[in-house]
């Protein structure tokens, strides 16, 4: 059983950073599809940024340029360090995780999700 655990969120104000952690265990394939997906209250999951084991990455429109997701494969490590932080990217941050080479950005196709770990932006 694959097993994820967030860390890193907080609060902090408009136009700072945050460094979110997600450390995996349990890996059972040796190729993974992994993902960051932030929820706002009301709101669906939504992919900001994925990466494949070759550490080729995708990202939302509204965070290229500010986020920047990179995988530790030694540590079994997933991060997402968050630049110029806005209000609207208020949520709570989870990290999941597929074992397929690819998965497209939809929630619903990741098998693996840690508990989430809240980032706040005040303005």
């Known amino acids: 059983q694959v097993h994820l655990m967030e860390s890193g969120g907080g609060s902090v104000q408009a136009g700072g950073s945050l460094r979110l952690s997600c450390v995996a265990s349990g890996y059972r394939y040796s190729r993974y599809w992994m993902a960051w997906f932030p929820q706002a209250p009301g709101q669906e999951r939504e992919r900001v940024a994925t990466i494949d084991s070759d550490g080729r990455t995708t990202y939302a429109d509204s965070v290229k340029g500010r986020f920047t997701i990179s995988e530790d494969n030694a540590r079994n490590t997933l991060d997402l360090q968050m630049n110029s932080l806005k209000p609207e990217d208020t949520a709570m941050y989870y990290c999941?995780?597929?074992?397929?080479?690819?998965?497209?950005?939809?929630?619903?196709?990741?098998?693996?999700w840690g508990q989430g770990t809240q980032v706040t932006v005040s303005s």
């Open positions: 999941a995780a597929e074992p397929r080479v690819y998965a497209g950005i939809w929630c619903g196709n990741f098998a693996y």
